[in-house]
């Protein structure tokens, strides 16, 4: 028997990377999961690889019509929702404040915060009501970037700790009805985009060779796959393992907050550049 038998799943951007792990693992676990993806290519494939056993609605995660009609979607086919993932995101490439030109700022930051940010708000607005009524869960992707400098540039890191803030304040706000909990995965090799905004929008994570440059960095010496990280997820989604946790915060991260202090600051070299 698997530990998710009889539940019911929704989880956002489910059509690759670390969302398609989490579904996979899901579908495995007995769950029946519902995805909301911008990738129709990608949820074609999804429902050819799992069948019924998943329903696929194409959308933006930053339209509350469009998470709203997944989650009536994903109820008119299974009947009830337990767990609702808010899992899409994209990435900011790391680009330093000092390199970010003037005149993209607004708009990426403004692209940064919907889908890393609004995205998951509007998946929790939209999820309420039926996950009231199964007294079920939300779970929220943030990252190592959600507790330490240096996993991504001030752009990404801002959006992931406001990620962290949003688990406290609605595990405060859903209380006792549902339980609101985070998994901070470290370095993934997945399709991660950025934003279209700094002109990364088909630029993706794959094009850098993260087990290389991150694996022998990490506590645990190695880069963990997506499907390694599927577990955290599984966990909160359960029912009797996890009635304590709300607002709970798990660092999943391959040990990046034990490396200590190894590596020289940031900013080296700002003098110089900007020298008179």
Sequence with gaps: MGRLDGQVALITGGASGLGRAIVDR?????????????????????????????????????SFADNEAAV??????????????????????????????????????????????????????????????????????????????????????????????????????????????GVAPGGIGTDLRGPASLGMAERSIESIDLPKMAGPILPIGRLPTPEEYTGAYVFFATRGDTVPATGSLLNYDGGIGIRGFGGPAGGRGLAERFAK
Excluded at 74 to 82: E, I, K, P, T, Y
Aim: proline share 5%; with cysteine; net charge negative.
């Design 26 to 62: 899901f579908v495995a676990e007995g769950a029946r999961v519902g995805v909301l993806d911008r990738s129709r290519e990608r949820l074609d494939q999804l429902k050819s690889d799992h069948g019924n056993r998943v329903c696929c609605s194409a959308g933006d995660v930053r």
């Design 72 to 181: 009536r979607d994903c109820v008119a086919a299974f009947g009830s929702l337990d767990s609702a993932v808010g899992n899409a995101g994209i990435w900011d490439y790391s680009v330093p404040l000092v390199d970010l030109p003037p005149e993209n700022i607004d708009e990426a930051f403004d692209e940064l915060f919907q889908v890393n940010v609004k995205g998951y708000m509007l998946i929790a607005k939209a999820a309420l009501p039926a996950l009231v009524r199964s007294q079920g869960s939300l779970i929220f992707t943030i990252s190592n970037a959600g507790f330490y400098p240096d996993g991504g540039g001030p752009l990404y890191t801002a959006t992931k700790h406001a990620v962290v803030g949003l688990v406290r304040q609605l595990a405060y706000e859903f209380a006792p009805s549902v339980r609101v909990n």
